[in-house]
């Protein structure tokens, strides 16, 4: 698909031939003939957005444009704009609305920005394939039978439809990247620390990130020079300083040292992939790149140790989600109607632990009765189980199991020690190489409901992805072509780098997608 970037529509504008207004009309209409099908948004700002790039072609006719006036911007629903649904994709929170607005979208906005809508997302950002949302699955711009990726699927699918410029995602275990290569754009997961989490809905702490998804290597780049940088409000976010990524854009990969690591192509990737991902080394190489051969012996590991790891987090993030703060409460009536037939059971157990002349389990009973936390507990669990799918019950259940006494050393512990090994196997592989290169997805793009029924299979198209947020490294997925066998559907490639160094991605992205 040959969709509109940020830099053409930039150039336009300069000129005098379109409005930001008439930028956001064209997106808006493009939405209304496609959302109903693909279900990428969940919710449009139509007359915020109109209003906003009112204002903004006000000023630019004043001589006070802004570096990103016109862009128009799309935003996984679980990053928080002030008076903005924020729904994670999740029944528990389908009510509810941001009170602040998130650290990226406040830089955004100074920019010039323009927020368009919200997009459909897997659950709490748990889903590899966008059908865990409470409004639907997100369905493939490309072919509406096969999913669009997950967890950002709803903005991969917006930016590849041509529904705006660019779209903001989070990136947890290959959620940008995985989407941006089924879709066939661009999607960047910074170094962990580099973009401010602040009004990010957490998923796992330690590995989420928010990135930015568009249909140029150029326009990525000219988002994150506004995303990147220290935020008080987010502690984990780092005081490195912040170049100016479009510099990285050379066009040229002279002397680079680009690996290979060889347990990314291994048996279970398809042989197409396989062969595309080495065509556009070969390229690489022709144009004066050095290739080496790398290994990164942990890799095997990956899922295993991310899947205990996010789900332990998960399972502490979500505990605030009770009904009683904020967000979905189960019916108090059906809660009290519930809590009457419990008092019921017991009181019959009680009788027959009286006729048997069992004391202990009298005075247990009798105990148990007069608990008025049991009210309580009846609502926690109604809540719970009501409004949070069955994927996020699945993970709360697997990373509480993993934090429990006796399992903690045993699982928890065990993952974090793998997990510095694998941070280890990436550090020692950049001392040799600047840049690594490995497929985004072991497949192409899948049917809608052909992995819902088989977890592990699901997860498993994670195992390239994975590995660079428990290490905390960037990855940049780029568009390499159509799959034959799949009625070319999209194909992805995805580059890896050393901390903090988003601009050899940048940079190597860019020779491959001006080819």
Known sequence: MDQPTFAEAHRALDAGETTCEALVSSFLDRIDDRNDELNAFTTVDRDGALNHARYLDSQRERGNARPLSGLVLAVKDNICIRGYPVSCGSKMLKDFSSLYDATVIE????????????TNCDEFAMGSSNETSHFGPVRNPHDPDYVPGGSSGGSAAAVAAGMCHAALGSDTGGSVRQPSAFCGVVGLKPTYGRVSRSGLVAFASSLDVIGPLANSVEDVATLLNVMAGEDPNDSSSAPVDVPDYTQALTGEVEGLKVGLPDEYFTEGLDPTIRHMVRDQVATLEDQGAEIERVSLPHTEYGVATYYLLATAEASSNLARYDGIRYGFRADLQETKHELRERRKELQRELSAARTKGDDDRVTELEAELDDEQSALDALYTRTRTEGFGDEVKRRIMLGTYALSAGYYDKYYEKAQRVRTLIRHDFDRAFEDVDVLVTPTTPTPPFQLGEKTDDPL?????????????????PGLTVPIGSHPETDNLPVGLQLLG??????????????????
Do not use: C, W
Request: aromatic letters at 8%; hydrophobic letters at 45%.
């Open 107 to 118: 830089r955004l906005r100074d920019a010039g920005a323009i927020f368009i809508g919200k």
């Open 457 to 473: 299979e699901m997860y498993l198209n994670d195992i390239y992805t994975v590995t660079a947020n428990l290490a905390g490294i």
């Open 498 to 515: 050393p901390h903090f160094d988003e601009s050899v991605l940048l940079q190597v992205g860019d020779v491959l997608t001006s080819e």
